[in-house]
């Protein structure tokens, strides 16, 4: 069993840039796929980045290809979301997630950590 916990989120304003980092405890972090999900009020969860075991494989959602950078650094059990240019619409609850196997885009991770808020401003 892995435990998560997101920090970093806050409030930016349109255009600016905020790290989300989640760090992991409990059986070894670099045994899990890692992936980073939000939820806007009134909206499912939805798929915005994950990354392989070594840090090498990366997919992202549509929405943030070219804004959004995830990273990990598998020494200190922590996965990163870098979000540049940030949109009103990127306003939501993030998630971290964590997987045995490969499975985005899906939501089919096997443990998820509480959410930190991010708010962008126009």
């Known amino acids: 069993q892995v435990q998560l916990v997101e920090s970093g989120g806050g409030l930016a304003q349109a255009g600016g840039s905020l790290r989300l980092s989640c760090a992991a405890s409990?059986?070894?972090?670099?045994?899990?796929?890692m992936g980073w999900f939000r939820q806007a009020p009134g909206l499912e969860r939805e798929f915005v980045a994950a990354?392989?075991?070594?840090?090498?494989?990366?997919t992202y959602a549509g929405s943030v290809e070219g804004r959004f950078t995830i990273s990990r650094d598998n020494a200190k059990d922590t996965v990163y979301l870098q979000m540049n240019s940030l949109k009103p619409e990127d306003t939501a609850v993030y998630y971290c997630?964590?997987?045995?196997?490969?499975?985005?885009?899906?939501?089919?991770?096997?443990?998820w950590g509480q959410g930190t808020q991010v708010t962008v401003s126009s």
């Open positions: 997630a964590a997987a045995t196997v490969w499975v985005p885009p899906t939501t089919r991770y096997d443990y």
């Open positions: 990354i392989g075991k070594r840090g090498i494989m990366t």
């Open positions: 409990g059986r070894t972090f670099s045994s899990y796929y």
